[in-house]
């Protein structure tokens, strides 16, 4: 009978907990109401900045990417102008939201300026990148499509990007080179200029006629449709060496030409020579045995 009593006392005092509870509840939402409507408008008011400003960001982004490809830009660069603007333009947004909340934006301001600072000492390598990056698009070493050699790899470019260029190597491989590389290293572009030339050297037998061979390596640079005129081709002996006499042949091509050309002329060289009976001598050693008697 106790036990039941002080159980109902218990579940009594309960209630009346719950019930001011939930009393006081209601009146603070009710005395605040002003303000959770205030703070409710301010948060969806920051969702909509988030949402229409990354829209805008990306139609201005675009629009600056369609009036700098119809200026005849490089892709490489506008790619990176527009991720460029992209970025920044989102950073204003997300700044604004976090100023429709409530937030100060003088302090949001200066907590980015401290922790970009932070960042940067701990990503150097990245920011090394995009200043790299950077410089590619200033002076401007090679364009979208050029084949070049960067960074210790061979290949056409595809695109500029902020920390880094892509490359298409022969066999269709994409390899991503940090900018840092590519402008801390010797950039080679195959692609600059129209011309180019090529250099062939052709060993043949120390007992081969040397203006018989000339005239028959002219000739069959000459018979090339895509062999430039202008320049002449070089064709000379250039090194005596241990197995042969070497030739050096250097016609000029287009640059789109070089390597069908440069496949061509192997190949006909080698079956001209053959049908002039011009040997081109493996390599070989002469060894002199010297009899000593007991």
Do not use: C
């Amino acid at each position: 009978m106790t036990e039941s009593v002080t159980d109902k006392v218990v579940e009594h005092i309960s209630d009346n907990s719950l019930t001011n509870g939930v009393l006081h509840a209601g009146n603070w939402i009710t005395k605040n109401q002003d303000l959770l409507v205030q703070y409710a408008v301010n948060i969806v008011s920051a969702i909509l900045i988030l949402f229409i400003g990354n829209i805008i960001v990306k139609m201005i982004a675009g629009t600056v990417a369609k009036v700098l490809r119809k200026k005849d830009m490089d892709n490489a660069v506008v790619e990176f102008i527009h991720g460029l603007v992209r970025y920044l333009l989102f950073v204003i947004v997300l700044i604004a939201a976090l100023g429709r909340i409530g937030v100060q934006t003088a302090s949001v301001v200066a907590v980015i300026g401290a922790a970009g600072l932070a960042i940067g000492l701990a990503l150097q390598g990245s920011l090394s990148n995009f200043a790299a990056g950077v410089l590619i698009v200033a002076f401007r070493p090679f364009k979208s499509g050029d084949y070049v050699e960067a960074g210790g790899v061979a290949g056409s470019v595809e695109s500029i990007q902020i920390f880094s260029t892509e490359l298409r190597t022969p066999d269709n491989k994409m390899v991503v080179v940090p900018n840092a590389a590519v402008i801390g290293n010797p950039i080679t572009n195959y692609s600059r200029h129209e011309t180019r030339r090529i250099d062939l050297t052709i060993g043949v037998s120390y007992n081969a006629d040397l203006q018989k061979t000339k005239e028959v390596l002219n000739r069959v640079v000459m018979a090339n449709e895509l062999v430039l005129k202008d320049p002449a081709p070089t064709i000379g002996v250039v090194a005596l060496a241990d197995s042969s006499v070497n030739f050096v042949v250097r016609p000029w091509v287009k640059t789109a030409d070089y390597w069908g050309v440069y496949f061509e002329l192997n190949q006909a060289i080698k079956e001209e020579l053959d049908k002039e009976g011009i040997e081109i001598p493996f390599p070989q050693m002469d060894v002199h045995l010297n009899k000593v008697e007991a």
